[in-house]
Antibody, heavy 119, light 113 residues
Framework: EVRLVESGGGLVQPGGSLRLSCAAS????????MNWVRQAPGKGLEWLSY????????YYADSVKGRFTISRDNAKNSLYLQMNNLRAEDTAVYYC????????????WGQGTLVTVSS | QSALTQPASVSGSPGQSIAISCTGT?????????VSWYQQHPGKAPKLMIY???NRPSGVSNRFSGSKSGNTASLTISGLQAEDEADYYC?????????????FGGGTELTVL
């Protein structure tokens, strides 16, 4: 069974940093590209970043470029999102999602971890 | 990046069919067959319903179907059931001179009357 479990969310002050983790199991993690997607309270989905399985390509949304860094450790079957210089508008549930490898679809999602940026 | 355009809400009665539109540009929906649709129930993670415009993942009911014409993609749900009541999001790959990645629509709330 494919399983994605996010962790690392919590309350952080504006300007602070947080590192999210996503533990993957039930599939060959190193063979799949991965995404981070977030959802602000009561709002829609926002794609944030993509890390190709081969490790050669990374994409970011403009809203987080230069502040967030995606990384992965295939030996630990884990995906990460380092978030710096956090703003109130970064408050959201953050999901990691597996790229299905066919047409930029996310075929499996974690349950999400809540990040709250507030003083 | 600007989001894809979806209606904020649609509704239908049990047994009826409804369609949700998703309008983009030639840089995303119109330029690639990389449109996906997701269903999200309150408090839950999104679930993939359609990928590559028309394809259903294993386990998704054949009451869900997708199509595309020009810059607009559509999700059709036939034989509406109470459990279909949820938020639906489209997404597409987008490539421009300054951006490559995924964009989502703003989401559509489906109410089953």
């Amino acid at each position: 069974e494919v399983r994605l479990v996010e962790s690392g969310g919590g309350l952080v002050q504006p300007g602070g940093s947080l590192r999210l983790s996503c533990a993957a199991s039930g599939f060959g993690f190193s063979h799949y590209s991965m995404n981070w997607v977030r959802q602000a309270p009561g709002k829609g989905l926002e794609w944030l970043s993509y890390f190709v399985n081969s490790g050669t390509t990374i994409y970011y949304a403009d809203s987080v470029k230069g502040r967030f860094t995606i990384s992965r450790d295939n030996a630990k079957n884990s995906l990460y999102l380092q978030m710096n210089n956090l703003r109130a508008e970064d408050t959201a549930v953050y999901y990691c999602a597996r790229d299905g490898g066919r047409a930029w679809e996310s075929d499996y999602w974690g349950q999400g971890t809540l990040v709250t940026v507030s003083s | 990046q600007s989001a894809l355009t979806q209606p904020a809400s649609v509704s239908g009665s049990p047994g009826q069919s409804i369609a949700i539109s998703c309008t983009g540009t030639s840089s995303d929906v119109g330029g690639y067959n990389y449109v996906s649709w997701y269903q999200q129930h309150p408090g839950k993670a999104p679930k993939l319903m359609i990928y590559e415009v028309t394809n259903r993942p294993s386990g998704v009911s054949n009451r869900f179907s997708g199509s595309k014409s020009g810059n607009t993609a559509s999700l059709t749900i036939s034989g509406l059931q109470a459990e279909d009541e949820a938020d639906y999001y489209c997404s597409s790959y987008r490539s421009t001179s300054t951006f490559a990645g995924v964009v989502f629509g703003g989401g559509t709330e489906l109410t089953v009357l």
